[in-house]
């Protein structure tokens, strides 16, 4: 759940304003668990000043810092490369608003408790509401040959998606064009092939009932928000994306998650596939 502050108060004032369906109590204990962002800032203070257009997020489920720094789900690591199992509602890589709260910087945690030296480069991203495989480099040197060649050494990027109602060709591929609108950095499919930039996707239908079709999709291209603007145009959005669908969601986040990337491992040619299971909140919205 979220809003956009419409005055300038203190932060409880501005909960108890918007939330009026809960308590005093319950919203003062939304701000002991973390549950309340300002800006992608986690804010427990009642007292924190909120300004006009400030962005204020309820988070229905607790993620605990504590808990992602002790628990990261390390898929593969070797002397040049770490992959993790990014849990959904995390930032890849920091953003103006949000330095610390990030995959990235735990995963530097990590390393660092093992050698203060250590770094960690970052090789590709994902949204913060998709889960799944994320790779990053542990030099500079593993970090430019992964990623300068990006397009050539990755051979597949597999996702799962649950989506809105039933497809009506239960396998295909969408091909289209897509551009990103610079002031609200929401990202839309054009006609005009000198506008946007070519998109690719393959999916399959693995298993549908009468509400949701759950997805197996491959990628062939990268470009920002492919598959959740993809099949927002096909009238079948992702099942809890607040960006391009209504954000409605029984397991409580984007039903989104990429479980298998297959490369040419640079160092060495040799191919490499890392790969994660089905997030089990999404089986249960195909029963």
Do not use: C
């Not at 009932?209 to 920002?224: A, E, F, M």
């Amino acid at each position: 759940m979220e809003f956009i502050s419409q005055e300038e108060d203190i932060l409880i004032n501005v909960l108890r304003n918007n939330l009026t369906k809960y308590s005093k109590n319950n919203i003062k204990s939304f701000l002991s668990k973390e549950m309340v962002l300002v800006n992608n800032n986690i804010q427990t203070r009642y007292d924190y000043l909120v300004h006009k257009t400030d962005k204020i997020e309820i988070r229905e489920t607790k993620i605990k810092v504590s808990k992602i720094k002790s628990n990261l789900n390390i898929i593969y690591e070797d002397e040049d490369l770490i992959v993790i199992n990014k849990p959904y509602g995390l930032l890849s890589i920091a953003t103006k608003d949000e330095k610390e709260y990030t995959l990235y910087h735990f995963v530097s945690d990590y390393l660092k408790s093992k050698n203060k030296n250590n770094k960690v480069f970052v090789i590709h991203r994902l949204d913060k509401d998709t889960s799944g495989v994320v790779i990053f480099a542990k030099n500079q040197k593993t970090k430019n040959m992964f990623q300068n060649n990006w397009d050539s050494i990755v051979k597949m990027r597999k996702y799962y998606a649950v989506v809105n109602g039933n497809l009506k060709e239960k396998e295909g591929t969408i091909k289209n064009y897509l551009v990103e609108n610079d002031k609200t950095f929401m990202v839309y499919s054009t006609n005009n092939k000198k506008e946007g930039k070519l998109s690719v996707t393959e999916y399959k239908v693995l298993k549908e009932n009468k509400d949701y079709s759950l997805l197996d999709i491959n990628i062939r291209t990268g470009r920002k928000n492919q598959i959740r603007v993809s099949f927002k145009d096909l009238g079948n959005p992702i099942v809890g994306d607040k960006k391009y669908g209504d954000g409605k969601s029984l397991i409580k986040r984007m039903a989104l998650h990429q479980y298998k990337i297959e490369l040419i491992d640079p160092r060495d040619n040799k191919k490499r596939v890392f790969r994660t299971e089905m997030p089990t909140s999404f089986k249960k919205l195909i029963k």
